[in-house]
């Protein structure tokens, strides 16, 4: 299994354009989330999904969309790039079954500076 | 939203010394974990905490669930050079996956 995998590794945006963050999973979890992490900093939670078809905003959402047509993929939209959006976003999946906290597997992430 | 204060930010060790690191919080979560991030990589999870007083370890990592159920301590006995890296504390308020993560503590040390 690949795990959790995301793409790019790196990018440069200037201040406007848009970009989509891809990020699959092959371990067939239902849970994915889109984390940004800002220097020096803990992450933050973008947006989540539960499952296909179903997302919700986490924490810091402005800015971002989402969507989940499959189990497998959870892309992250930028629609209007603007330079609070440099960070590290990292991707994460993990199988949720209502009881104990189940491990979140995290994507070894993207950088993204806008300039 | 929930905060985490984690504490040290950072530290400078030499190989072979002991590490203490903590986190707290003003409200109480159910769950507490430990994950560590390397340069470059995403957080790995390291311990996870269920119940308040639980201490459990993995290897040379010790952490324990406060009793207060609003803090959580993280242990490294004997620290070697590929301990290096991020230390992150994050809490499960109650049902559900949605993490809160404190800030990290970086830890360097000196072979």
């Known amino acids: 299994n690949a795990g959790v995998t995301q793409t790019p590794k790196f990018r440069i945006l200037k201040i406007g354009q848009s970009m989509t963050l891809q990020c699959a999973q092959d371990m067939n979890h239902n849970y994915m989330y889109w984390y940004r992490q800002d220097p020096g900093m803990g992450l933050k939670l973008i947006y989540y999904?539960?499952?296909?078809?179903?997302?919700d905003k986490g924490e810091v959402p402005n800015g971002y969309n989402v969507s989940r047509s499959t189990t497998e993929d959870f892309p992250l939209r930028l629609e209007l790039a603007a330079p609070s959006q440099t960070s590290v976003y990292f991707c994460?999946?993990?199988?949720?079954?209502?009881?104990?906290?189940?491990?979140?597997?995290f994507g070894p992430g993207t950088r993204l500076t806008v300039l | 939203g929930q905060q985490l204060n984690q504490s040290p930010q950072s530290m400078f060790i030499q190989e072979g010394e002991d590490v203490s690191m903590n986190c707290t919080s003003s409200?109480?979560?159910?769950?507490w974990l430990w994950y560590k991030q390397d340069p470059g990589e995403g957080p790995v999870l390291l311990i996870a905490?269920?119940?308040?007083?639980e201490l459990t370890s993995n290897g040379r990592l010790t952490a324990q669930f406060g009793i207060t159920r609003k803090d959580s301590f993280l242990n490294i006995s004997a620290s070697i050079p590929s301990d290096v890296g991020i230390y992150f504390c994050a809490g499960l308020p109650g049902a559900g996956n949605m993490l809160t993560f404190g800030g990290g503590t970086r830890l360097m040390v000196k072979p």
């Open positions: 409200s109480i979560f159910n769950t």
């Open positions: 999904s539960v499952g296909a078809g179903i997302t």
């Open positions: 994460a999946s993990s199988h949720y079954s209502g009881r104990k906290y189940n491990e979140q597997f």
């Open positions: 905490l269920y119940k308040a007083g």
